[in-house]
């Protein structure tokens, strides 16, 4: 039978729409009634962190009679630090509220026949609270939670004046390569979002966008294995969440800072204020980065006994901006508005001289000697315009939101190189035997309009259902100019090279989840998402062109049973899906390296991914631990193949489905308090993977590990000392193998003017001043090896400086697009 797409959004949004507008009358006694029964009492409250005046989710709340400690009942905080206890007799009791790496807060409190407000509890990090006199601590870098793992950035001393990539390097479960390159669990098919929504330019290029985002505007990175079903099915491998340090409850405060290092530099601040009813919110940066590469190419034909040898150094560049600023107006009690608006700006130039040597014994007239000076460009323009409605009930739990998103993410790309044949070195651009230019852009628009209601049934059950839009356009236009020395005498357009297509993708999504806590210690999720994807490609330069579209169920669920207080076990699957994006799409054939050519295809299909995971969690005071067992599943996998070389000894590089992929994987993530003053975190990550590809006839299988630790010791005087640490083995990829990883990282800061003003050195990897990368290529016609020479020695010096009132940020709902694979590594394949 066939669906419409029309009538299940319109009726599923009639039934958002009736549950948001209908009156809360279980939740409030009839006004005639002159009492209520006993066991119809309620309270709630909200749990802050008492040195950042910021939400604590998953705080645990526990009731207890007004002597003893014998739990009554209990419940977790949500995402905003909110709670209820329902169906309560009236009387005297306790409040008792704690998190791992927090205090514990006690209070008494007075439960009647109705609703009652027990007001806020201010945890103190890292310290303790004795009659509600808070001694003050640190916030612990690495947090564990049932469904997340979070890196509080600004807690990390050695982030100072980096960018958002020097952060993403140091968060459990992700690694970044010396190109920039993220990948998360070792893959780099999952979803970057920043403050829970979408970000096109990070969609689109994730390694060049990310360092256009100052480390001092990240408060954490969330990472999320398995995501419920509110977030869009994109990202096989999971979700990671830049969250952005946001504005204040009230009164006026601020940042600058400013920080120079060998590698990168910039300066950065923000102000925000808050008044009764309105706040604002802005933030902003500029800088740039440069250094040194170096890389290294080696080929040997199987067929023909070929050999290519191409040695390239050159140096990169590149400036970024950033800026945001926010409203938020609260218009009644239990409504507000939020209007929200953010620019970014990169651009940057990539050169390199290549000197390039291709010997072909069987075919000898084929033999190439030359040097190649490439110098490559590129650039990306965003803008996001986002509107918030929200609305609260008189029922604890219960909201309604509507969101609406325009936005826009230009890019552009190109190269110029000049060829010599015969030369081992560069010579006089007028000697060029071959000149050729490429300059090209990637237009891109995206709007999106989404509605989420969640309505509690009781204390125990909740159900939360939305419906979301995305309406995305994008596309590729290029030309290639070349000139010939002795045959043009400028650039001619060169025919056949031109690339110049459109491509609309339309999303329109339902999703609903239904949590209910059976027992006191067993909770149950279950969800689903259907979304439906129509495709359009217009093709002008060989006039051809298609339509098509398709749905997708997508399960998953998750039961969480917990063992004690502080121990639990979590059990999750889900089923997400791959879009490919314009990076994998793109016909434009980039021949820079006229021995490697690399191009997308428009004919990609989407793959499916089942997650399965098991883990166990335990919180004390020495510490946390979190063991997770997973595994994954994709068929129909997007992988980056190699093709040829052909008779001239030219090999393709594009993008199919053509693999069935399973990762087994156990990772171990822990913190721990060794002294006082002392903080460490990390763990180990194993994986076994299989990749088989019946199309290629491979099938590869093999065993990676890496190791991720982070510490931290505060000396006196306002000293503290900060160190990082990932390696990494090799991986199996489908047609070769993947290089090993090392990064490491110390920095000390300075704190003073009353804990106003900070200065923070940062030195990497200062025994070392390379790592090389080492990638193989094993195909039946030819094996490869590239070497890539990343710099990682450098220093960074750093100044900050805070002024200004501080309190609670406003909490801002935002939309999140996390339904499309990006480009190449940007946010690529497997």
Not at 654 to 669: C, G, I, M, P, R
Request: glycine share 10%; hydrophobic share 30%; with cysteine.
């Amino acid at each position: 039978m066939k669906i419409s797409t029309h009538c299940f959004a319109a009726g599923l949004l009639c039934l958002l729409l009736t549950g948001a507008a209908q009156p809360a009358a279980h939740a409030q006694a009839p006004a005639a009634a002159p009492a209520l029964p006993a066991g119809t009492g309620s309270l709630t409250g909200t749990v802050l962190d008492s040195l950042k005046k910021e939400p604590v989710p998953y705080a645990t709340v526990v009731l207890l009679p007004a002597s003893g400690d014998k739990p009554i009942t209990g419940v977790a905080a949500d995402d905003a630090g909110k709670f209820s206890l329902t169906r309560l007799t009236p009387g005297p009791f306790r409040l008792r509220v704690s998190y791992v790496g927090f205090g514990t807060q006690t209070r008494a409190v007075t439960v009647t026949a109705g609703a009652t407000d027990a007001g806020t509890f201010r945890l103190p990090t890292a310290g303790t609270a004795l009659d509600e006199a808070v001694i003050i601590g640190q916030k612990p870098v690495v947090e564990i939670r049932p469904d997340r793992m979070v890196y509080n950035a600004d807690q990390d001393a050695t982030n100072a004046g980096g960018t958002a990539a020097d952060v993403l390097r140091k968060a459990p479960l992700l690694a970044v390569d010396g190109d920039g390159n993220v990948k998360m669990r070792g893959s780099s098919n999952f979803k970057v979002l920043v403050n829970n929504k979408p970000s096109p330019t990070l969609a689109s290029n994730l390694a060049e966008a990310l360092k256009g985002i100052p480390a001092e505007q990240i408060k954490s990175v969330e990472v999320i294995t398995t995501p419920p079903a509110k977030y869009d099915g994109e990202g096989t491998a999971g979700i990671i969440n830049i969250v952005l340090k946001k504005g204040v409850e009230q009164g006026l405060n601020g940042r600058v800072g400013t920080s120079l290092g060998s590698r990168n530099s910039g300066v950065n601040g923000s102000l925000n204020f808050k008044t009764k009813k309105l706040g604002f919110t802005s933030s902003g940066g500029t800088g740039g980065w440069y250094g040194p590469n170096k890389s290294e190419r080696v080929r040997f034909g199987k067929t023909d006994e070929s050999t290519l040898t191409q040695q390239g150094v050159g140096n990169y560049a590149g400036q970024w901006m950033f800026g945001s600023v926010g409203l938020d107006y609260d218009l009644t009690e239990k409504q507000s508005l939020s209007l929200a608006a953010s620019v970014s700006r990169y651009a940057g130039h990539d050169y390199n001289n290549m000197l390039n040597d291709y010997v072909s014994p069987a075919r000898p007239q084929d033999n190439q000697l030359f040097t190649r000076a490439t110098n490559g460009k590129f650039s990306g323009l965003n803008g996001e315009l986002t509107g918030t409605y929200t609305k609260t009930y008189a029922l604890a739990r219960k909201e309604w939101s509507v969101l609406g998103q325009y936005a826009r993410n230009d890019g552009t790309f190109g190269y110029d190189f000049d060829q010599y044949l015969n030369s081992t070195t560069n010579l006089e651009t007028g000697r060029a035997d071959y000149r050729e230019r490429s300059r090209g852009r990637t237009p891109g628009s995206e709007v999106t309009v989404q509605t989420d209601l969640t309505q509690p049934f009781g204390e125990k059950q909740t159900l939360e259902t939305g419906l979301k839009s995305i309406w995305r356009s994008t596309g590729s236009v290029a030309d290639v100019d070349g000139l010939t020395r002795g045959v043009t005498d400028d650039f001619v357009r060169l025919p056949g090279r031109s690339t110049d297509f459109s491509y609309d993708q339309n999303v329109q999504a339902a999703y609903a989840t239904y949590t209910n806590k059976l027992t006191k210690k067993l909770t149950l999720s279950l969800g689903s998402r259907l979304e439906r994807t129509a495709l359009s490609a217009d093709f002008r330069t060989n006039d051809t062109s298609f339509v098509r579209s398709y749905f997708s169920l997508l399960p998953n669920g998750n039961a969480q049973y917990a063992l004690s207080d502080n121990n639990s076990v979590r059990a999750a699957y889900s089923r997400r899906i791959t879009r490919p994006y314009i990076d994998y799409l793109n016909p434009f054939v980039d021949r820079s390296d006229p021995k490697n050519l690399v191009y997308g295809n428009p004919a990609l299909n989407p793959e499916l991914t089942d997650s399965y995971e098991l883990s166990f969690n335990t919180n004390g005071k020495a510490g946390s631990l979190n063991i997770a067992a997973s595994m994954r599943r994709t068929g129909n996998a997007i992988e980056s193949i190699r093709l040829g070389p052909d008779a001239n000894g030219v090999t393709r590089q594009t993008y199919a489905n053509v693999a069935a992929n399973a990762y087994y994987q156990l990772n171990f993530y822990g913190s721990a308090k060794p002294a006082k003053g002392w903080d460490i975190s990390g763990g180990p990550d194993i994986q076994y993977i299989v990749r088989r590809s019946p199309s290629l006839g491979i099938e590869r299988r093999g065993f990676t590990a890496s190791l991720n630790l982070n510490t931290s010791y505060k000396l006196p005087k306002n000293f503290t000392i900060q160190g990082y640490m990932y390696s990494s083995l090799p991986s199996p990829d489908l047609q070769g193998r993947g290089s090993a990883n090392l990064y490491y990282q110390m920095g000390v800061k300075k704190t003073f003017f009353k804990d106003k003003a900070d200065v923070v050195l940062n030195i990497a990897a200062p025994f070392n001043d390379y790592w090389l990368y080492r990638n193989t290529t094993d195909t039946p016609t030819f094996s490869e090896t590239n070497r890539n020479y990343a710099y990682q020695r450098s220093f960074r010096l750093s100044f900050n400086y805070r002024f200004g009132q501080a309190g609670p940020p406003k909490q801002r709902k935002s939309i999140s697009n996390d339904d499309v694979k990006g480009g190449g590594s940007k946010q690529g394949g497997q």
